[in-house]
């Protein structure tokens, strides 16, 4: 089978096995093919040699959280991503993944209507105990403040808040809390209207990639002008910065071109933010594998965070937490194997609240009984004493 793959890609693996250390899913089960490596020959016997699309190599491939840590660890530039995506496009187009029940709920994603008032059922469900704990859902919000935007405010500097699908049903006071920080930062905040909220990263993730590429387009239209536009969700962000390539015109490249991570554009604006208080609590920082090996940009989580608490740093060198997106609840098993390293990891910092700039990272810590939260929800918290 011919997998949507460049052979140019293919071909600058040199199999030296130095990614491995670095690949989560590796360090958990010690096999060649659970391994970036593994992987990549995997891709290369199917695409290549004409292997058969069996079981065993597939579930290899599904068992990828695609945090692209290999990517930062290659010394040759191998695009991995890129490659996971492509087979997986092709495994999608075959029916060999992403079953329809998966497929209906990613479309539900794009509907923000029906994925708010899903929510709110299952919020109402959970006050009745009628949702099993196995599920790990975090508790659901009855009702959600709506946001007000604060664009045109005298003096701010314009800026768009992207806020996404499950992140606004399930994470408003995320946003709430954003915003605050940014418009201390001298933001004036505009807000996406319709067809602003989902950015297709599960689709592509999972292999519709011609749905990723349809709310792209959507989510393109939702945000008009030259603003930057700024996301609190890592995973969003990654995908957003990657609208050039995988809508492929101008615009698409012009659009990516001005979507930062919110501590980002916070970062050289620091000065601004006057904390409330002289106590500054340590925070664990945690970077989500999008921030840190897709977009490069954790370190500005550090410089916000420092204004407010003492930074503590993971001894893991950036190590998946296995939320992977929709990972966690479709690979629940590998997914609690990758987390364990890291809460070891956040046990030898000496524990205590953990910041996490994507909301798969904090909510899969969480279920796990850590004191996550987004940085700027802790930035919040300190500056304005709520
Ligand atoms: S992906 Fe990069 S680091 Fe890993 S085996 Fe191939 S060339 Fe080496
Ligand atoms: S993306 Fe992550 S899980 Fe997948 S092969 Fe690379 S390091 Fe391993």
């Known amino acids: 089978v011919k997998l949507h793959v460049d052979d140019d890609d293919l071909a600058s693996c040199v199999s030296c096995g130095l990614c491995l250390p670095h690949c989560p899913t590796y360090r958990v089960v010690a096999e060649e093919s659970a391994s970036p490596r593994g992987r990549i020959a995997i891709i290369r016997q199917i695409h290549l040699e004409d292997a058969p699309l069996d079981d065993e190599r597939i ?22 991503g890129r490659l996971i995506e492509g087979a997986k496009h092709t495994l999608a187009a075959q029916g060999r993944i992403t079953p329809r029940w998966q497929r209906a709920a990613y479309r539900v994603l794009g509907h923000h209507r029906v994925l708010v008032a899903g929510s709110r059922a299952l919020a109402v469900a959970q006050r009745l105990r009628l949702v099993p704990r ?15 935007p604060s664009v045109g405010r005298p003096g701010s500097e314009p800026v768009w808040l992207f806020t996404g699908c499950v992140m606004d049903a399930w ?14 930062a001298g933001a004036g905040v505009a807000l996406p209207g319709r067809g602003g909220d989902c950015c297709g990263a599960l689709h592509q993730h999972a292999g519709l990639s011609a749905d990723a590429r349809r709310l792209a387009e959507r989510v393109m239209s939702a945000f008009p002008g030259d603003a930057p536009i700024l996301v609190d969700s890592a995973g969003c962000g990654a995908a957003l910065k990657d609208y050039g390539v995988l809508v492929g015109t101008r615009e698409a ?46 370190l500005p989580v550090r410089t916000v965070l420092g204004v407010v608490a003492e930074v503590v740093e993971l001894d893991d060198d950036g190590m998946c937490c296995g939320a992977g997106g929709a990972y966690a609840t479709l690979q629940p098993t590998m997914a ?15 524990g205590g609240t953990v910041a996490s700039a994507n ?13 996550a939260a987004h940085p700027l929800v802790i930035v919040d918290r300190l500056l304005h004493g709520a």
């Open 59 to 80: 579930g290899y491939l599904e068992a990828c959280v695609q945090c692209r840590a290999c990517e930062t660890a290659c010394p040759s530039g191998v695009p991995y």
């Open 134 to 148: 196995r599920f790990a859902l975090p508790r659901l919000p009855l009702r959600a403040e709506p946001l007000s």
């Open 171 to 184: 994470q408003r006071d995320v946003h709430a809390a954003v915003q605050r920080v940014l418009e201390a």
């Open 253 to 298: 490249e012009r659009f990516a071109a001005r979507v930062l991570d919110v501590h980002e554009w916070l970062a050289p604006r620091v000065d601004r933010l006057r904390p409330a208080t002289g106590t500054r609590p340590r925070v664990v920082v945690q970077d989500p594998c999008h921030l840190r090996h897709v977009q490069k940009a954790h």
């Open 336 to 350: 609690a194997e990758v987390r364990a390293r890291k809460l070891d990891a956040i046990a030898q910092a000496g």
């Open 359 to 371: 909301p798969g990272c904090q909510l899969h810590l969480a279920a796990a009984g850590v004191a």
